[in-house]
C-alpha cells in the first residue's frame, strides 16, 4: 500500500515539474536565429538645418543715402553682422497685435525713394508669403501681404518701417515697427562706417521697380574644382530600409546600384547622386507650408544630411482634380557666398510621407585660378534679354557646373539673370 501511494506521489511530482517547465518555456522570449541579413537604418544620417537658416537672404543691399549702395553676400563677417539683428526685428513682429500688424498699399516711388535714403534691403532666394515667415518665426498673429514676398526694405529714417515688395515687382505693402529699433540703427551705423565696394543702380535699362544693382568694379570669384559625397551603396539603401534582405538589388552599367522592395527604390552612385522614388505616398491632404517645410528638413537630415550653405529655392503646393495635394521643395548650394544656378536637393511629399528625393551635392575643393565676372558685361546682356521680350526681375553673381572637364567637373563663375518665370540663366560673354 505504501509503495502504491509512494509511486503515485513521484507520479503527481513528474506531471507538475513538467506543467511549471512548460509555462517557463511560454514566457521566454522566441530564440534568436542564425540571418544574414542587414539591419543598417539610419547609417546615412547628416547633421542637420535650423529651417531659419534656409530662408536666410541670399544678398543684403545697402543704401546709404542719393546713388550711395552697395551689396553684401552670405559666409561674409558684415553679412552675418548685418542679418542677426534684422532677424531679430522679424522675430519682434510676432509679439505685435492688431493695429501694430496692418500694412498699407505702398507705390512705387515711395520703394524708390526710401532706396535713396538709409535702408537696408533684403533679397531672398525663395519668396515666401507671410504665413510662411509667421509659422517658421511662431508668431501667434501674422501681417498678412496676400502675396509671396520677394524682398524686404527695412527703413531708418525718418521713422523705422518694412517695406514689403512681392516676387512680380508690381506689389508693395508697409508698416511701421513700433518696437525697439535700437538694433536695427546700430546695424546701419555699422555699415556706414565700414568700407563698402560701390554699386550702381542701373536706370537706363527698364527693370523692376526696384531696379537692379551692378558693382562699379569688376568682380573677382575662383574656379572650384568638384567631387561628389563619397558614398557607400549599402549605408544609404540602409537609410530607406530596415532590412536589406528583404530588397531586391540591381547593379547597373553606368554604376548605379538600385535597392527596392516593390513598392519603393533608391538608386546610388557612389559619386554621389541619389533617387529615392515612393510613388504611392505622393498625393494627400493639405499642409501648412512650414510643416511641410519641416518634413523635408528631417527627411534629409535622416538622409544625408544638410551641407551649411543651403537656401530654400522653391516650395509649390501642387492639387490634382480630386482635390488630394503635394509639395515640390528645391534647395540650392552656396559657394562663396555664390548660389549654383541648378538645384542640388529636390523633393516631392504629402501628409503620408515623401514620393521622391533627388540628391547631388557637391564638394568643391579651392582653386588657384580667379575669374572676373564684368558689370559691362552684365549690363550688355541684360539689354539684349529685355529686347528679346523677356521679363527680368534680378541679375547678380553666381556659379554655373561645367561637366566638359574631364573626371572632376568644375564651378565656373558667371552672371546669372533670374526670369520672371522663375529659370535662372548664365549670361555668356560676348565673343
Not at 532590412?243 to 552599367?253: A, G, H, K, Q, Y
Request: charged content about 20%; hydrophobic content about 40%.
Amino acid at each position: 500500500m505504501l509503495e502504491h501511494i509512494k509511486t503515485g506521489l513521484l507520479i503527481a511530482l513528474v506531471i507538475i515539474s513538467i506543467s511549471l517547465s512548460f509555462l517557463i518555456w511560454q514566457g521566454l522570449p522566441p530564440a534568436a536565429t542564425s540571418t544574414n541579413s542587414s539591419f543598417s537604418g539610419g547609417t546615412f544620417w547628416g547633421p542637420g538645418i535650423d529651417v531659419q537658416e534656409l530662408m536666410v537672404p541670399a544678398r543684403i543691399i545697402v543704401h546709404l543715402g542719393e546713388d550711395k549702395h552697395s551689396v553684401l553676400y552670405p559666409e561674409t563677417d558684415l553679412f552675418n553682422q548685418t542679418w542677426h539683428p534684422l532677424l531679430d526685428v522679424l522675430q519682434q513682429l510676432g509679439g505685435y497685435r492688431g493695429d501694430q500688424l496692418k500694412m498699407q498699399s505702398l507705390n512705387e516711388a515711395k520703394w524708390g525713394a526710401a532706396q535713396e535714403s538709409m535702408s537696408i534691403e533684403l533679397v531672398f532666394d525663395y519668396p515666401a508669403d507671410t504665413e510662411l515667415w509667421g509659422q517658421i518665426l511662431g508668431y501667434d498673429q501674422v501681417p498678412s501681404a496676400r502675396w509671396p514676398v520677394k524682398r524686404m526694405l527695412f527703413v531708418v529714417q525718418p521713422k523705422p518701417e518694412l517695406f514689403l515688395a512681392s516676387s512680380t515687382g508690381e506689389d508693395f505693402v508697409q508698416m511701421e515697427l513700433p518696437g525697439d529699433s535700437t538694433k536695427l540703427e546700430l546695424a546701419f551705423q555699422q555699415l556706414s562706417l565700414s568700407e563698402l565696394s560701390p554699386y550702381t543702380k542701373m536706370v537706363d535699362i527698364p527693370a523692376l521697380s526696384w531696379g537692379l544693382f551692378l558693382p562699379e568694379d569688376d568682380l573677382s570669384y575662383p574656379v572650384l574644382r568638384l567631387r561628389g559625397e563619397d558614398l557607400e551603396p549599402k549605408a544609404v539603401a540602409g537609410s530607406f530600409f530596415a532590412d536589406l534582405s528583404l530588397t531586391r538589388r540591381i547593379n547597373e552599367r553606368d554604376g548605379a546600384t538600385i535597392y527596392s522592395d516593390g513598392r519603393r527604390g533608391v538608386r546610388v552612385w557612389s559619386q554621389g547622386r541619389v533617387e529615392y522614388s515612393a510613388p504611392e505616398v505622393l498625393y494627400g491632404v493639405r499642409l501648412p507650408w512650414g510643416q511641410a517645410l519641416k518634413r523635408a528638413v528631417r527627411f534629409v537630415t535622416q538622409h544625408g544630411g544638410w551641407p551649411v550653405t543651403m537656401r530654400l529655392t522653391r516650395l509649390q503646393e501642387i492639387t490634382a482634380d480630386d482635390g488630394r495635394v503635394f509639395y515640390n521643395l528645391a534647395f540650392r548650394q552656396y559657394e562663396h557666398g555664390l548660389p549654383l544656378a541648378t538645384a542640388q536637393i529636390e523633393l516631392e511629399l504629402s501628409d503620408r510621407g515623401v514620393a521622391s528625393y533627388r540628391r547631388e551635392v557637391w564638394l568643391p575643393s579651392h582653386g588657384s585660378r580667379m575669374q572676373l565676372l564684368s558689370p559691362a558685361v552684365a549690363s550688355t546682356q541684360v539689354a539684349e534679354l529685355i529686347a528679346e521680350g523677356k521679363q527680368l526681375i534680378d541679375v547678380y553673381p553666381g556659379y554655373v557646373i561645367e561637366t566638359n572637364q574631364g573626371p572632376n567637373p568644375a564651378l565656373y563663375p558667371v552672371w546669372l539673370a533670374e526670369l520672371a518665370d522663375g529659370r535662372v540663366m548664365a549670361l555668356k560673354p560676348p565673343k
